[in-house]
């Protein structure tokens, strides 16, 4: 059982450049979530979807978009990569079905922008 | 504002006791959480507390005061392993999650 999987792991980019990360998740869970962490600071959420086809702007949306074409897959795309966005980027995922609201992460993917 | 107030960092003894501390201010209260999280991995779910008290889960147990915006984490029997940072969150009115910073938890043998 995979859980949720996010590629790349690592990516470098220069200024202005662009780039997707895929979230992957193989338990049917309704939710999912784009988290970035930096030192210092709490989890902040970039964007989330309650569903296919849904997509909603969290605590930092401004340049990244998102999309969910399949329940399974949540992408976020940097359009034009600036330095403030290098972090480490979480992908993350619940059901969402009377539970507790446990999320389940990825592994991360650490991005520099150059 | 929300809030959500740990300690940056802890050091403890292999085989001791540890609390960790969590005071929130938030919009609304809809559950507290608390996350392990080992260096260059992923959060992952400990404890969820919901109403007033304690919870205990093996070594591990959280406790939660709603009247005092106050959760705490208790480690018992420290091993190695334990060596992380713990992640305090809440859920507030609208059904955010509200995360702190995290505790950087040092085990020394």
């Known amino acids: 059982n995979a859980g949720v999987t996010q590629t790349p792991k690592f990516r470098v980019l220069k200024t202005g450049q662009s780039m997707t990360l895929l979230c992957a998740q193989d338990?049917?869970?309704?939710?999912m979530y784009w988290y970035r962490q930096d030192p210092g600071m709490g989890l902040r959420l970039i964007h989330y979807?309650?569903?296919?086809?849904?997509?909603a702007k969290g605590e930092v949306p401004d340049g990244y978009n998102v999309s969910r074409l399949k329940k399974q897959n949540f992408l976020l795309g940097l359009e034009s990569a600036a330095p403030s966005q290098t972090s480490v980027y979480f992908c993350?995922?619940?059901?969402?079905?009377?539970?507790?609201?446990?999320?389940?992460f990825g592994e991360g993917s650490r991005l520099t922008v150059l | 504002g929300q809030n959500i107030d740990q300690p940056t960092e802890m050091t403890a003894t292999e085989g001791a006791i540890v609390q960790i501390n969590c005071t929130y201010q938030?919009?609304?209260?809809?559950?507290l959480f608390w996350y392990q999280q080992h260096a260059g991995e992923a959060p992952t779910f400990l404890s969820y507390n919901v109403l007033d008290g304690l919870e205990e889960k093996g070594r591990f147990s959280s406790f939660l005061s709603r009247s005092k915006g106050y959760s705490y984490l208790l480690l018992k029997e420290l091993q190695m392993k334990d060596s992380a940072s713990y992640l305090c969150?809440?859920?507030?009115?609208?059904?955010?999650?509200?995360w702190g910073a995290g505790t950087k938890l040092i085990i020394k043998p």
């Open positions: 938030t919009s609304g209260f809809n559950g």
């Open positions: 993350a995922s619940k059901s969402g079905r009377g539970d507790t609201g446990e999320l389940f």
């Open positions: 969150a809440v859920r507030d009115s609208n059904y955010q999650l509200i």
């Open positions: 338990m049917n869970h309704e939710y």
């Open positions: 979807s309650v569903g296919e086809g849904t997509t």
